[in-house]
């Protein structure tokens, strides 16, 4: 007897595959019985959130009333997000995290008959949306492995791809790019503007926008009022420290964040999380001590794991993509004998790479210790 329950699910589910996140230290230590497990497989922040958002989580866990809904409009964190960017509160829209908006804009912009255009070895949640709405993927090859930005996104062949598939309706770009940490340059991504049609979104995926070198930084601000197709989003679960409370945000036009809102969940942010984050927005000395320990231990690794030999991607992120030139199977699972989690890459069409989360120096220490372990057995 064959089972019906799923004959009416959408095609395009049925053929998913889960997102499969970093593995739980939890989950580590309840399967291979170590302790003291470390994780750099999330590219979360490893010094934990602000003493500032503690203190404020503590003191709201005894005072809020969460019987009641949370403030459904954000309204608070809004007007904070709109100062920083000097934005107007209608072209914010909040997400549960930044993977929100971009099912969001999944939800909006794709279907059948649509496409997205998105490059290869891009982050992994585009395709995800992109099957789960039964839309067609226009996945535009990386740059060689010889390139300067050695499988990051080609954005030329991108606007190429662009002309050539009339269905595409959204684009989603990366910048810092995950999983590679490629970056493009502002006049490359600027030139892609240029040639997109206005009924295209272009959306601008800047999860890692703290962690980019200065000089490297595009002046989004700006572009936003030249390209009305333009959406940009950041979260709050990186450089911010609090991916366990899921906040992002996005800034486009009034128009376009109005239509994501007609969708939206009326309360998808929590009134903790909503808290947490604007605190965590009025705290910017713990992201500039975030950011320079990245800026320091990223150097750092790179150079160490040179030493060792190992091919390590150019990364402009808190992660470092590292080729060993074979099947990192092996050694992802020997890592996690040691305690220590990183992300295999294979889901992304890179088997023979491992991405590493940049922690404190001493789980850096640790991981490079359990990596010669590895690698000499
Ligand atoms: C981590 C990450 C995000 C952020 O996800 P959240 O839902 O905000 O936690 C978005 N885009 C990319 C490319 C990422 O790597």
Same mark, same amino acid.
């Given at each position: 007897?064959?089972?019906?329950?799923l004959?009416?699910?959408?095609? %395009?589910?049925?053929s998913?595959?889960?997102?499969?996140?970093?593995?739980?230290?939890?989950?580590?230590?309840?399967?291979?019985?170590?302790?003291?497990?470390?994780?750099?497989?999330?590219?979360?922040?490893?010094?934990?959130?602000?003493?500032?958002?503690?203190?404020?989580?503590?003191?709201?866990?005894?005072?809020?009333?969460?019987?009641?809904?949370?403030?459904?409009?954000?309204?608070?964190?809004?007007?904070k997000?709109?100062?920083?960017?000097?934005?107007?509160?209608?072209?914010?829209?909040?997400?549960?995290?930044?993977?929100?908006?971009?099912?969001?804009? %999944?939800?909006?912009?794709? %279907?059948?008959?649509?496409?997205a255009?998105?490059?290869?070895?891009?982050?992994?949640?585009y395709?995800?949306?992109?099957?789960?709405?039964?839309?067609?993927?226009?996945?535009?090859?990386?740059?060689?492995?010889?390139?300067?930005?050695?499988? %990051?996104?080609?954005?030329?062949?991108?606007?190429?791809? $662009?002309?050539?598939?009339?269905?595409?309706?959204?684009?989603?770009i990366?910048?810092?790019?995950?999983?590679?940490?490629?970056?493009?340059?502002?006049a490359e991504?600027?030139?892609?503007l240029?040639?997109?049609?206005?009924?295209?979104?272009?959306?601008?995926?800047?999860?890692?926008?703290?962690y980019?070198?200065?000089?490297?930084?595009?002046?989004?601000?700006?572009?936003?009022?030249?390209y009305?197709?333009?959406?940009v989003?950041?979260?709050?679960?990186?450089?911010?420290?609090?991916?366990?409370?899921?906040?992002?945000?996005?800034?486009?036009?009034?128009?376009?964040?109005?239509?994501?809102?007609?969708?939206?969940?009326?309360?998808?942010?929590?009134? $903790?999380?909503? $808290?947490?984050?604007?605190?965590?927005?009025?705290?910017?000395?713990?992201?500039a001590?975030?950011?320079?320990?990245?800026t320091?231990?990223?150097?750092? $690794?790179?150079?160490?794991?040179?030493?060792?030999?190992l091919?390590?991607?150019?990364?402009?992120?808190?992660?470092?993509?590292i080729?060993?030139?074979?099947?990192?199977k092996?050694?992802?699972?020997g890592?996690?004998?040691?305690?220590?989690?990183?992300?295999?890459?294979?889901?992304?069409?890179m088997?023979?790479?491992?991405?590493v989360s940049?922690?404190?120096?001493?789980?850096?220490?640790?991981?490079?210790?359990?990596?010669?372990?590895?690698?000499?057995?």
């Amino acid at each position: 007897m064959s089972d019906q329950t799923l004959n009416h699910a959408a095609r %395009g589910v049925l053929s998913l595959e889960a997102y499969s996140p970093g593995m739980p230290i939890d989950e580590l230590q309840r399967r291979l019985g170590v302790s003291n497990a470390i994780k750099l497989a999330s590219n979360e922040n490893p010094l934990g959130p602000s003493a500032r958002v503690r203190a404020a989580l503590a003191a709201a866990v005894a005072r809020e009333n969460i019987a009641l809904y949370p403030d459904g409009s954000g309204h608070r964190l809004k007007k904070k997000i709109a100062a920083l960017h000097d934005i107007a509160i209608e072209r914010i829209t909040l997400g549960n995290g930044s993977n929100d908006i971009i099912e969001l804009l %999944g939800r909006v912009f794709l %279907g059948p008959g649509r496409a997205a255009l998105y490059s290869a070895h891009a982050f992994a949640v585009y395709s995800i949306i992109t099957q789960a709405q039964d839309a067609r993927a226009v996945v535009v090859p990386a740059r060689p492995a010889g390139d300067a930005q050695p499988y %990051g996104h080609d954005l030329p062949a991108m606007a190429a791809a $662009l002309k050539a598939h009339a269905d595409v309706a959204l684009v989603f770009i990366a910048n810092p790019n995950n999983p590679t940490g490629t970056v493009l340059a502002p006049a490359e991504i600027e030139a892609f503007l240029d040639q997109a049609p206005a009924d295209v979104i272009v959306a601008l995926d800047e999860a890692y926008f703290e962690y980019l070198d200065p000089a490297l930084r595009p002046p989004t601000r700006a572009w936003l009022e030249r390209y009305p197709n333009l959406i940009v989003f950041r979260t709050f679960s990186k450089a911010y420290g609090l991916a366990g409370l899921r906040v992002g945000y996005s800034l486009s036009s009034a128009a376009l964040a109005d239509v994501l809102n007609r969708v939206r969940q009326p309360f998808n942010n929590n009134s $903790l999380a909503l $808290l947490a984050a604007e605190v965590a927005l009025d705290d910017q000395d713990y992201v500039a001590r975030s950011v320079d320990l990245n800026t320091r231990e990223r150097a750092r $690794l790179t150079r160490e794991l040179g030493k060792r030999g190992l091919r390590v991607l150019p990364s402009q992120a808190n992660f470092v993509a590292i080729d060993f030139g074979r099947d990192a199977k092996p050694i992802h699972q020997g890592l996690l004998e040691q305690g220590v989690i990183v992300r295999p890459l294979a889901s992304y069409e890179m088997p023979t790479f491992l991405r590493v989360s940049i922690g404190t120096e001493a789980e850096n220490e640790r991981f490079l210790e359990a990596l010669g372990k590895v690698l000499a057995a």
